[in-house]
């Protein structure tokens, strides 16, 4: 249980200048997303009839409240950097989907924006949240 643990929270070990750039790439690709489900997340709990798109077969509403638990919850996490790597995870199933399944006719214009941050998602979920986050200091309490 306990490299369970270590392995979700561990933050990597790298120098400085990596520490910092993991903190910019996470607070700001989290934000970026974060403004992406708010909007859906209004529509979630809002009084209007659910318009989404239901691309893996679960119904719409179910579909929808995926995407806001990824692009709501997910994102904060990410911006705070708590459990880093596994909230990394939906990020990515969910532009993976929105690329290869919501745009997939609509041209690479329109999946190339999914794909750059399926591909942010990826390393940040390889590399986890670095030096700057509360990964770390779960670490730092574990390894003592």
């Known amino acids: 249980m306990k490299q ?6 561990n933050p ?3 120098p400085n ?6 903190l910019i790439l ?6 970026f997303m974060l403004t992406h489900g708010l909007g859906k997340l209004e529509a979630l709990f809002g009084s209007e009839p659910i318009q989404f798109r239901d691309p893996i077969g679960v119904g719409a509403t179910a579909s929808l409240a995926l995407a806001v ?3 709501v919850f997910c994102s904060i996490l990410l911006i705070i950097g708590l459990g880093t790597r596994l909230a990394a995870i939906p990020l990515l199933i969910t532009m993976l989907v929105a690329a290869f399944i919501v745009h997939i006719n609509d041209g690479f214009g329109r999946q190339e924006f ?3 941050y399926a591909l942010i998602y990826m390393v940040i979920a390889t590399m986890g949240a670095g030096k700057y ?4 200091l779960i670490m730092k309490k574990i390894r003592r």
């Open 4 to 9: 369970i643990v270590k392995n979700i929270f």
């Open 12 to 14: 990597g070990t790298y």
């Open 17 to 22: 200048s990596a520490n910092i750039s993991l």
């Open 26 to 31: 996470r607070v700001v690709i989290g934000i």
């Open 69 to 71: 638990f990824a692009e």
């Open 114 to 116: 999914a794909l750059l």
């Open 133 to 136: 986050s509360i990964d770390y």
